[in-house]
């Protein structure tokens, strides 16, 4: 069992910059036994992977490469996501999840997370 909340997130125009961050309250393993990840969705489309962090190892999709940059501080159970030159499809509500099955940390499918944040919304505007 995990429970994840996200803080930060907003309004930005296009090239501004966000950051988001998940906090972990409640685990009943250690948090530094779990891969996290970013995930965001927009309405009518499937959940995408943004970014995933295991242990000293980072993932991104193609879309944020060398815009975003997801760290996490195992000691405050937390974990961030930078978001740099944001551009108008960056749009949508953004999840933190995590999985204690480090297999499919890489993977970035929605389906293999297991314990998720309530989402919180992100907005570029052009």
């Known amino acids: 069992q995990m429970q994840l909340e996200e803080s930060g997130g907003g309004s930005v125009q296009a090239g501004g910059s966000l950051s988001l961050s998940c906090a972990a309250s409640?685990?009943?393993?250690?948090?530094?036994?779990?891969?996290m990840a970013w995930f965001r969705q927009v309405p009518g489309k499937e959940r995408e992977g943004v970014a995933s962090?295991?242990?000293?190892?980072?993932y991104y999709a193609d879309s944020v490469k060398g815009r975003f940059t997801i760290s996490r501080d195992n000691a405050k159970k937390s974990m961030d996501l930078q978001m740099n030159s944001l551009k108008p499809e960056d749009t949508g509500t953004y999840y933190c999840a995590a999985t204690p099955n480090w297999r499919f940390c890489s993977t970035l499918q929605a389906g293999s997370f297991n314990y998720w944040g309530q989402g919180m919304q992100v907005t570029v505007s052009s």
């Open positions: 409640y685990s009943t393993a250690p948090y530094d036994a779990y891969c």
């Open positions: 962090i295991g242990r000293g190892t980072t």
